[in-house]
């Protein structure tokens, strides 16, 4: 997208009428983010509970960490016994997976499409890259800390995480809602403009609202 | 290769030829003719495949070098051309017209090392990096680790144990 | 209500060299993305489409999501410093990296590799090759909607990573060619084990053929979409299998051997009219040629000696000043690296020449126009390219 097309400008429809158009006031919410208080205490739990067993993952490979990925959709490893699947869009699924090293280009994307998720939501991070750089840590073009940019609920470590360290990493993850610790979403809202400046920090032609979902 | 070298060297400035390997040489033509060497060992001697091209910065010399390097698959042998290019102004005619890759690898000339083919298709749009501000990345005088140290957030804690004090330590106590 | 009957017999106007003629503002054309986040593209990468109808008129691929910048790093890191990090450039096949490099350092140093590691190297390759053909397989026909292939053979490619576990530790990432040789040899009762594998693909290969290449919903989408011109092949840059389909013989074990590929006994495969049908039956016969020089190799291939080299010590090692290129045929074409040494401690240069990069981009862009949009999905994969070898 070029920031030509995000310009306001008067547009000739195909009758031949003529309309305004601001592209970041009609296509995007301009809504900050809100913090969701739990409700009362045996029906989160109930919702922790359903929450816990329908992990569904954003099918978007953003690294290397991508590749461990078939292996888990497929019958050695078959992570949908857990109830975790993959979807194709943000709009249907809670889980993102960061597979590995973020590069500025696909962190853009990223927010994008974590923003565009349905809440309770919650960020997984592969590998040593998204820890402290790992591999890259000196690289220009990688970022080092992936919690500086999005609230990370667990990290699983490796280079490359195995399969059965995937597995283990979502159960822990599971753990971690059905005890009502998966707060990323809430933590997120709550230091909304921290993250959004180190954000704009290092994605130089920001050409999107702040809160695009 | 020998007798192609010959053949070259009678038609254009070409210079300093280096025999790596029996199928592969390289060898250095002046700006100017480059172009005109390509096409001839594209038309006339059978190299018509452009295996890469790239480009290597000499920050000590202010020179950048281009190498092309042209395949000939009925003789099985390597050329690389080598042609080098000031530094300070570095520009370079295009070879888009003959191979349809070469506008990409020129794109990622244009955006890593600043090196400018006038004519080529989208030569200016960005081809790998976004919003980039700094001094093309793939320059000499870049200094990635300071880049990264500066823009991303370095984790405190991360001890960088240089690994060559833990070699020496590990493999070659002795020395 | 707009008056639309105007626009029925529509017939989108052309440039007089055949390229279309795009207007966005005419509101006849829509501009779409399709990735990076698209579950039918390959890996982290994006084709910019401008279509009318269902028909692609303009496509453009945009790369870059995954830029490491290894070749900047590569050069403030010693060479055994590179070894570690060369791996990672092509994900599912990173053992060309490692061959490639090491390849280029030994020869610009002047340094000879035992026999069994030759052998050794060929093993791993032809391995490789073999486990990144299989995923391939099952990603070409689940873009046709067959998922059932993919859960085959990302099956038996599991497998295959097992064998590579058994011999070097690693699941993905190997690392098992350091410049000098390599880190060893395989260990007792791997031959028995491999074979019992290579039985179970060819079985699996046996359902696959029937499932997938006389499926009449994938002959009908795949035969005669995607087709590559043999004229095409050095105006393009086209190298592997997608030359190979176009009829054109190029295959860089033949024509460039290197390791012990030329004491192996198979001939280059090729094919007429390359669609994608005809593409991906050239991947199948690759595979069960990939499964026979496994055995090949396993036959000849010493079981014991020396697997690595006598090396200088590598916190001092300097290579003199020089330039090579070495090639080796990974599964989607020529793969190679150029290296440049200055004297120091530290390559000068290195340049990864990935056969993604010409596929990708300037045949995808030719290859998607007039195509229908449910296909560029399958038409990208059929190209067989990975992302982070085009921009490293």
Known sequence: MSSKDLEKRRVTGPDGEQFDVDPMQDYFCQERPKEHEPANRIWESFLNWARAESLWILGYGTGCGAIEMRPLMTPRFDAYRYGIQWRPTPRQSNVLVIGGYLSVKTLKRVIRSYEQMQGPKYVVALGSCTINGGMYWDSYNTINRLDKYLPVDIYITGCMPRPESLLAGFEALKKLIREGKGEGQNLYARNFDEYKANQKKIIRDWDMPDYNW | ?175 | MADISKYRDFFPPKNPDGTNIIDLESHKFVKIWQGPQHPGITGNMSLELIIQGDEVMECKTHVGYLHRGFEKLMERRKFIQCFPLVCRIAVPEPDFNEYCFAATVEELAGIEIPEAAVWMRTLILEMSRLTSFLMHLGGQSGAFGLGVVAQWTNYVRDLMLDRFEEISGGRIYRMHMPPGGVRGLTPDGFDARMEETLRTIEDVMKDVDTTLFNNAVFKRRSVGLGYIDPAWVDLYGITGPNARAAGVPKDVRKDYPYLKYPELDFDVITAKDSDIYTRTDLRRREILLSIDLIRQILAKMPKTGEYMAKMPNVLHWRIPKGETYIRSECTRGEYGFYTVTDGSGYPRRVNVRGPSYTHAVALMERMAIDCNIADTAGLMLSLHTYPPEIER
Request: glycine share 4%; aromatic share 12%.
């Open chain 2, 1 to 175: 290769m020998k007798a192609l070298i010959e053949r070259l060297e009678k038609k254009f400035r070409v210079t300093d030829p280096v025999m790596q390997r029996a199928d592969e040489t390289f060898f250095t033509v002046d700006k100017a003719d480059a172009v005109a060497l390509i096409t001839h060992l594209r038309e006339r001697e059978g190299f018509t495949h452009l295996s890469f091209l790239t480009a290597v910065d000499w920050l000590e010399d202010g020179k950048f070098q281009l190498t092309y390097l042209l395949n000939n698959n009925a003789m099985k042998a390597d050329v690389g051309v080598r042609v080098f290019l000031d530094r300070e102004r570095p520009v370079m005619e295009s070879v888009h017209h003959l191979w349809k890759q070469a506008a990409t690898y020129q794109r990622e000339l244009k955006e890593m090392f600043g090196i400018d083919f006038p004519g080529s298709p989208r030569i200016d749009e960005p081809f790998i990096l976004e919003g980039w501000h700094d001094i093309p990345p793939y320059r000499r005088d870049f200094d990635t680790k300071k880049y990264s140290e500066e823009t991303y957030f370095p984790r405190p804690g991360r001890t960088t144990h240089d690994p060559a004090d833990y070699m020496k330590q590990k493999l070659y106590p002795e020395e």
